[in-house]
């Protein structure tokens, strides 16, 4: 997986924009932190390979059962139930069936201390109780896990993956030409269809189903604020409509959804998409906790990537949220670069 830092992009070397991790389907998490201009928000910054997560060449079959009606059950205040999923075996259709059972969720609990382990899993450290890995991780026993999903995108690794099993999923422009985000390479999905949503949450629901079999209490999904750049050609309100897809799934396998950054996302459409909390990276840094905080109160998860911002974060929120200073390519320990502080 590439390294991204689509906000500040900070000075990270091109060699940290290397590839990635693929198990069971496609590619795999990115991080965020970025720059307000030209879109505002959002971001990520994708953690270099490991050991522990580089697999082999996606499976060409992906294929669960998601829904793109609202869901029925409600938040929990106990541990989610997790609905184990059966290998898919049809291709998927535009229109999938709704998840075979529905269960209860819960958002991870609020100020908790938590780390961020997208770049490689490792054993937490001591008071650690919520932790976000990539979905191709396992999860940390007995704490509070997030599975990390890069929804909105595809990863530079997959996309021949893409490309040979459902190139009607990618965004074309009027030319016909495939629309990248050039800072990361990565191709935009085609979500501003009904049909097409429905095909991605096919898509992407395998990759759920996978969190939800491993133990993770909720999921992820990067890349909202994919509309941004995509020269026109998709809306938020289709990206809204997607993600309420997304979270219809996961919320009927027993898992919490977080939205990833896009500050500037109203609280109307924040309902509308299902989400239950937050994860905000460089909050601090562009002043934009507070957005955050307006629609999920104290259930919002900072990440800061500078100890100048962390100490201001800490100073504004600490005891109220959940924030954590980790260096830009979230390492893990030994590697040199490793940082991690909680307050």
């Given at each position: 997986?590439a ?6 992009r ?7 924009a290397?590839?990635a ?5 496609i ?5 965020d932190?970025?720059t ?9 910054h994708?953690p270099?390979p ?7 060449a996606p ?8 829904t ?7 938040k929990?205040t106990?541990a ?7 290998a ?15 269960g ?5 609990p ?7 382990q997208?770049?490689g899993?490792?054993?937490?450290p001591a ?10 991780s396992?999860?940390a026993?007995?704490?509070y896990?997030i ?6 995108q595809?990863q ?6 893409w ?20 800072d990361?390479n ?6 501003s269809?009904a049909?097409k ?9 395998e990759?759920?189903?996978?969190c939800?079999?491993?133990g ?6 990067d890349n909202l604020?994919s509309?941004t ?11 809204i ?12 396998k027993g898992?919490a ?6 500050a500037d996302?109203?609280t109307a ?13 460089e ?12 629609t999920y109160?104290?259930n919002?998860?900072v ?9 201001k ?6 005891s109220?949220?959940?924030i954590v200073?980790r260096?830009?390519d ?5 590697s040199g670069?490793y ?5």
């Amino acid at each position: 997986m590439a390294v991204h830092r689509r906000r500040s992009r900070l000075k990270v070397g091109m060699a940290v924009a290397a590839v990635a991790v693929v198990a069971a389907g496609i590619g795999i998490g990115t991080a965020d932190a970025g720059t307000h201009k030209p879109w505002q928000g959002g971001g990520r910054h994708t953690p270099k390979p490991t050991a522990s997560t580089t697999s082999a060449a996606p499976s060409p079959t992906v294929k669960p059962s998601p829904t793109t009606a609202s869901p029925t059950p409600t938040k929990a205040t106990s541990a989610p139930t997790k609905t184990p999923t059966q290998a898919p075996t049809a291709t998927p259709s535009a229109t999938p069936a709704k998840p075979a059972s529905t269960g209860t969720w819960t958002p991870p609990p609020a100020n908790g201390t938590f780390d961020y382990q997208i770049g490689g899993a490792y054993t937490p450290p001591a008071g650690v109780s919520v932790v976000s890995r990539d979905r191709t991780s396992n999860v940390a026993a007995g704490l509070y896990n997030i599975c990390y999903v890069n929804a909105f995108q595809a990863q530079p690794d997959d996309n021949s993956w893409w490309k040979a099993n459902h190139p009607e999923l990618l965004l074309k422009d009027a030319s016909g030409n495939l629309v990248i985000d050039k800072d990361w390479n990565e191709i935009l999905l085609d979500f501003s269809t009904a049909a097409k949503r429905a095909a991605l949450t096919t898509v992407v629901g395998e990759w759920i189903d996978g969190c939800a079999t491993k133990g993770f209490q909720a999921v992820e999904p990067d890349n909202l604020d994919s509309y941004t750049r995509s020269k026109g050609l998709l809306t938020e309100s289709q990206a809204i409509a997607y993600a309420a897809s997304l979270t219809a799934y996961a919320h009927g396998k027993g898992l919490a959804v977080g939205q990833k950054n896009t500050a500037d996302l109203s609280t109307a459409n924040a309902k509308q998409a299902g989400f239950d909390f937050a994860v905000a990276e460089e909050c601090a840094d562009f002043d934009e906790c507070e957005n955050y905080t307006a629609t999920y109160g104290n259930n919002v998860i900072v990440i800061e990537y500078t100890q100048s911002e962390f100490t201001k974060a800490c100073s504004a929120f600490g005891s109220k949220l959940s924030i954590v200073l980790r260096d830009v390519d979230v390492t893990t320990p030994g590697s040199g670069s490793y940082v991690f502080k909680s307050c």
